[in-house]
């Protein structure tokens, strides 16, 4: 059965730092792509980092480029986003979820499986 199940979010400050997790069951990180979004209140939702299943190609959106970074850790089948400078346009439900992304072009559509959200808040 597939899984993905995020964690790591919470209240932080503007200028503070929060690292999501997101931890696959049921394939390995070399099988899906898999991507970072977040929807904010009455906001569509954002594609805001996405990690190629080989070679760790990753594309950011322009707005958390320099801020975010993506990172994998295959030994424990996990996917980081490791957010700093957090500002409040950064509030949102973040979910991770298996991506279709192309490494040459970076555009990166959502896939089929998705996990649950960790909410994430930044105010002062």
């Known amino acids: 059965q597939v899984q993905l199940v995020e964690s790591g979010g919470g209240l932080v400050q503007p200028g503070g730092s929060l690292r999501l997790s997101c931890v696959v069951r049921g394939f390995t990180l070399d099988y899906y792509a898999i991507g970072w979004f977040r929807q904010a209140p009455g906001k569509e939702r954002e594609a805001v980092s996405c990690i190629s299943n080989s070679h760790d190609i990753i594309s950011y959106v322009d707005s958390v480029k320099g801020r975010f970074t993506s990172s994998r850790d295959y030994a424990k089948n996990t996917v980081y986003l490791q957010m700093n400078g957090l500002k409040p346009e950064d509030t949102a439900v973040y979910y991770c979820?298996?991506?279709?992304?192309?490494?040459?072009?970076?555009?990166?559509?959502?896939?089929?499986?998705w996990g649950q959200g960790t909410q994430v808040n930044v105010s002062s």
């Open positions: 979820a298996t991506v279709i992304f192309s490494p040459s072009t970076r555009v990166c559509l959502p896939g089929t499986y």
